[in-house]
């Protein structure tokens, strides 16, 4: 099932919007942006910036949400197509089960300087907080993000197209 290959830039094929948010909704001072641009030929969102864990922040991130809601009973996991700076990033998924903000379950992995396919199977992702359930198999995700964070580095990937697989 394809989430976004950005046939309609910046909504999902659900309708949903993608959002750009920082580490400064908590006291953070990462900044960067968010845009549509064409990478090698592709319509790609690009995410550039500066992550700093200064003053307990340390994150970027595209995140949409998911109406409906996806059940991961139905997939093996997430792929992403993705173009980076051959930096560590990450997929964070929220569910019902995560209702606070420094909730999610988390995929990580390197985006190379060429387009690639990741795939992040559901059994892979890790819980971030300690009252969450091990694992996120047999829930529904409410949201999806691309993550830039937790570490002090300068952000540039772009994603070309999202889904499950």
């Not at 300690?130 to 996120?136: A, E, G, H, L, T």
Request: charged share 15%; with cysteine.
């Amino acid at each position: 099932m394809i989430l976004d290959e950005l046939k309609n830039p910046k909504l999902t094929n659900q309708k949903q919007p993608w959002n750009f948010i920082t580490d400064q909704v908590m006291g953070g001072i990462s900044t960067g942006q968010f845009k549509v641009e064409n990478i090698e030929n592709r319509i790609c969102y690009r995410m550039t910036g500066n992550v700093s864990t200064k003053n307990n922040g340390g994150f970027i991130q595209i995140r949409t949400i998911l109406n409906p809601t996806i059940n991961t009973l139905n997939f093996e996991g997430i792929y992403v197509k993705v173009f980076g700076n051959k930096n560590n990033y990450k997929l964070h998924l929220r569910t019902s089960l995560t209702i606070a903000p420094w909730q999610y379950y988390s995929y990580s992995f390197n985006s190379p300087n060429s387009w690639t396919i990741i795939k992040a199977p559901f059994i892979m992702f890790e819980k971030s907080n300690f009252y969450q359930p091990k694992k996120i198999v047999g829930q529904k995700i409410k949201s999806i993000g691309l993550v830039a964070g937790f570490q002090n580095y300068e952000s540039d990937i772009c994603l070309s197209e999202i889904g499950f697989y």
